[in-house]
């Protein structure tokens, strides 16, 4: 239940949990510096997989919006954090060169202005219509950057320079995954978490009610599409090189969003689960399955949506009765 008084109440009430959250993100904050660089790519890919997955439950498992274009402001904010910490690969003036840090808070900016400018278009457009509109953004955006070589490199990619290892990105990235699913937590636990669940259930309804749709589908697309471009932005300065083939393209979508089917859509765990589940299955299977991997993949993924369609989050938690395993299977219930 939303408290509209305190956006944070419950998640630190359960000491269990809290101690269990504590030790995790310690085993996290280590990883660069006692396994080897191959792991931590994983885990780092996992990170962004993380906040890739939260941001976009915000606008289709919260606010019943399902965009197939939020890969354009991950890779919207890759791409400009690129540009302001090598500003020169892109004949762009020296003056505006910037601290990595700095560039990937700028992508994350634009990422939501561009969202922003966007939303009342697209949102004239409802259901399977709104999803193909912000998947053709989404392509027009990447033949946009492949066209500008300038700017892209085009197909050859764009490479980065910054002034922070990889351990340290690896850290900062560790800290805003864990910002990111508190301000996710605070936006649902809120009023227009509230806004976002009434338009989800019924938008017509909440409309005769006072609920003003636009404002909360604004909220849930603008807030999701610049935590999209933070995690653009820390990806480009972790693997120092962008492409516009590579870093727009649909599989960080489909990946996306099998993340957070896996863990359970319109939960807050969900997508949590639904990364690290994800990220083992695909790992095992590359080293495992060769070229076959993504077939694999694919229809273990079908197997367990139809089995398990409230994702992996509610079976595990249907013995203990969460309230938000309860809120993740009426939205599972209503996506069905």
Same mark, same amino acid.
């Given at each position: 239940?939303?408290?509209?008084?305190?956006?944070?109440?419950?998640?630190?009430?359960?000491?269990?949990?809290?101690?269990?959250?504590?030790?995790?993100?310690?085993?996290?904050?280590?990883?660069?510096?006692?396994? /080897?660089?191959?792991?931590?790519?994983?885990?780092?890919?996992?990170?962004?997989?993380?906040?890739?997955?939260?941001?976009?439950?915000?606008?289709?498992?919260?606010?019943?919006?399902?965009?197939?274009?939020?890969?354009a402001f991950f890779g919207l904010g890759a791409f400009v954090s690129a540009w302001l910490t090598t500003p020169a690969r892109a004949n762009l003036p020296e003056a505006i060169q910037s601290p990595a840090l700095l560039a990937i808070a700028v992508g994350a900016l634009v990422a939501g202005l561009l969202a922003l400018v966007l939303g009342p278009i697209l949102f004239r457009l409802t259901g399977h219509y709104f999803a193909i509109g912000t998947l053709a953004v989404a392509a027009i955006i990447q033949l946009v950057l492949l066209d500008q070589r300038r700017f892209s490199g085009g197909s050859t990619g764009y490479y980065v320079q910054n002034n922070l290892g990889?351990?340290?990105?690896?850290?900062?990235?560790?800290?805003?995954?864990?910002?990111?699913?508190?301000? /996710?937590?605070?936006?649902?636990?809120?009023?227009?978490?509230?806004?976002?669940?009434?338009?989800?259930d019924d938008e017509d309804a909440a409309s005769s009610l006072g609920v003003n749709p636009l404002r909360y589908k604004m909220i849930a697309f603008v807030v999701s599409a610049a935590m999209a471009g933070l995690a653009g932005g820390f990806y480009a300065q972790f693997t120092l090189y962008v492409n516009p083939d590579s870093t727009l393209g649909v599989p960080w979508m489909v990946d996306t969003l099998v993340v957070v089917v896996l863990g359970g859509m319109g939960t807050m765990v969900g997508p949590l689960v639904g990364a690290g589940l994800f990220l083992s299955l695909d790992t095992v299977l590359r080293e495992t399955a060769g070229e076959f991997a993504t077939t694999i993949e694919g229809a273990l993924i079908i197997i367990f949506i139809i089995f398990v369609p409230g994702g992996l989050y509610k079976l595990l938690s249907d013995r203990y009765g969460s309230d938000d395993a309860v809120e993740g299977d009426a939205t599972a219930e209503q996506a069905e």
């Open positions: 239940m939303a408290s509209l008084t305190d956006p944070f109440e419950g998640i630190f009430d359960n000491r269990r949990r809290l101690a269990a959250s504590v030790v995790v993100l310690l085993a996290l904050a280590v990883v660069p510096f006692t396994t /080897t660089p191959y792991i931590t790519d994983i885990v780092f890919t996992g990170l962004v997989f993380v906040m890739l997955g939260v941001s976009w439950n915000l606008i289709a498992g919260y606010a019943g919006q399902i965009s197939l274009g939020h890969h990889d351990s340290a990105t690896f850290l900062l990235m560790l800290a805003a995954t864990v910002l990111v699913v508190l301000v /996710t937590y605070a936006i649902v636990n809120s009023r227009s978490g509230l806004g976002m669940r009434a338009i989800h």
